[in-house]
């Protein structure tokens, strides 16, 4: 099958669409097996399947494809080939030498392509609603990532208690609602969990005592906890041994 004929739901002009994936595609690099299967668990299902690639649907054209694979790279350099992925020095561990603008647009393409998303299946409870996925779409094709407190993330890592290993898990986003009443979303890659704000009242009263969101100046801090202290990470870690091949 060819490039479907369609509206790239980023720049909106009717182009030839591309596979467009929701998280990134090295993301998923950890649960590939030895012919390139994807272990996938489902809490709600007792099999294991296995697909060949992370979850994608045709969203863009090839010129924002490319715009979002810089913002990516970027991302990837950092945390991965820069090794500023969390190290395990508890209770905090601070990221430095971020590139702002690469780094959060990155992270906020994650959270427009799970909400704008139709077919990709794992991202329907990421909805946003009308205003945010068109003032997000707008930050991200003009490549401006906004101030400290537009949609900001908490970064937590987590660790095996028995080898110290980071955990990498990717589980379907949870919506959380705040106690100071901020609608959240909590995603699951890059061995974190991700807590995104996005109702924007009094956020500057809520961070006023603590940084816990990336910063112009490319810091980040990281909560770190182990596995057996953070449940999103622990189902999965659980789901994945008792589940058999199919």
């Not at 009717?14 to 299967?37: G, N, T």
């Not at 690469?102 to 909400?115: D, H, T, V």
């Not at 890592?157 to 919506?175: C, G, H």
């Amino acid at each position: 099958m060819g490039q479907p004929l369609g509206i790239c739901k980023l720049c909106l002009e009717e182009k030839y669409l591309h596979r467009s994936h929701i998280l990134s595609e090295f993301l998923y690099d950890a649960f590939y097996d030895d012919q390139h299967r994807m272990v996938k668990v489902e809490l709600s299902n007792p099999y294991d399947t296995r697909p060949r690639t992370g979850l994608w649907e045709y969203m863009l054209c090839k010129a924002c494809e490319d715009l979002l694979g810089a913002y990516e790279t970027s991302f990837k350099t950092s945390w991965y080939t820069e090794g500023k992925q969390p190290k395990l020095t508890l209770p905090i561990h601070v990221i430095n030498g971020l590139k702002y603008r690469e780094f959060k647009l990155c992270m906020l393409s994650f959270l427009w392509r799970a909400s704008v998303s139709i077919e990709a299946p794992g991202f329907s409870t990421v909805q946003l609603g009308v205003h945010h996925d068109e003032r997000l779409r707008k930050m991200i094709l003009n490549g401006d990532p906004g101030e400290e407190l537009d949609y900001p993330f908490l970064c937590t890592a987590v660790f095996n208690r028995d080898d110290k290993t980071i955990v990498e898990a990717i589980s379907e986003p949870v919506p959380l609602k705040s106690k100071e009443g901020h609608r959240t979303y909590e995603f699951q890659f890059g061995g974190c969990s991700w807590v995104y704000f996005v109702s924007q009242h009094s956020l500057r009263k809520l961070f006023q005592l603590e940084k816990w969101y990336l910063t112009k100046e490319g810091t980040l801090p990281a909560i770190v906890k182990y596995l057996d202290e953070h449940q999103p990470s622990l189902a999965f870690s659980k789901a994945l041994k008792r589940r058999p091949m199919r």
